[in-house]
């Protein structure tokens, strides 16, 4: 769309011979930015309900502070994983409002007036998986989901996993992230009517094969209602969560 087709979309709103409605579901295609080595999609908030996240593995930390730069322009929030030190201290500097999550990877610039709503509870089967977890969690959190978490519960003690049932039954969606053999996904799932959000990590021993292990068994689990991603998607996981939660909401414009 030019700028005379984008005037005469606004005219046209301002006439009252298109609604608003009808408006937005044109505009969402709009538009993007070329930065030469990124371009950049300043309408995937209108889409999807939150801005373009940066992924910095394998970016300079002069890219990725370029795209930072560039997105806080156009939006009030700011997501970026996979967040080394060098690049998480150049990214803090941008906003006040920025938190380097360490344990996560993660650097978040949260909405000024974010409204946390629903219930996503993260679980882990260990300890060494709550990195992956976190990242999960930090995710949702800034798209505007309540969350809290559930850590080390695996099946080699199932006992403190049962013990706290309520908790997994209170919560709208559930992500459970595991290594090892993988398998404490199917068990909350066979626990719980709520959707479950599988996440296999690159934790154990020998030929778990950098998390393939754990993504088979989850892949293959008995338990209706499973999702799985992939290895250690925290990211992808905490974004669906997310979503899952907010079709719980009754108000149909929020993301």
Do not use: W
Request: proline share 5%.
């Amino acid at each position: 769309m030019n700028r005379d087709q984008l005037r005469a979309l606004l005219m046209n709103v301002q006439q009252g011979t298109l609604a608003v409605p009808e408006a937005l579901k044109q505009l969402r295609t709009l538009p993007y930015e070329n930065l030469g080595f990124a371009s950049l999609d300043h309408h995937r908030t209108l889409r999807q309900g939150f801005p373009e996240v940066i992924f910095c593995e394998g970016k300079t930390v002069a890219q990725v502070v370029a795209i930072a730069k560039t997105l806080l322009r156009k939006n009030n929030a700011l997501l970026a994983t996979r967040v080394e030190p060098p690049v998480a201290r150049a990214l803090v500097r941008l906003s006040k409002r920025a938190t380097y999550h360490e344990e996560a990877r993660v650097v978040a610039i949260p909405p000024p007036k974010l409204l946390r709503r629903g219930s996503v509870l993260i679980v882990t089967a260990g300890t060494a998986d709550i990195p992956v977890a976190e990242e999960a969690r930090v995710t949702a959190d800034i798209m505007g989901s309540t969350t809290d978490t559930l850590y080390d519960v695996g099946v080699a003690g199932l006992h403190r996993l049962l013990g706290q049932q309520d908790r997994l039954h209170e919560a709208r969606v559930v992500v459970v992230v595991a290594g090892m053999d993988g398998v404490l996904p199917s068990v909350v799932g066979g626990l719980v009517r709520q959707p479950v959000i599988a996440v296999p990590t690159s934790r154990g021993y020998g030929a778990h094969f950098g998390g393939l292990a754990a993504l088979l068994t989850m892949l293959n689990s008995c338990a209706a209602g499973v999702g799985v991603m992939n290895i250690d998607n925290g990211f992808g996981a905490g974004c669906l969560a997310h979503r899952i939660n907010m079709v719980g909401e009754t108000d149909g414009d929020q993301p």
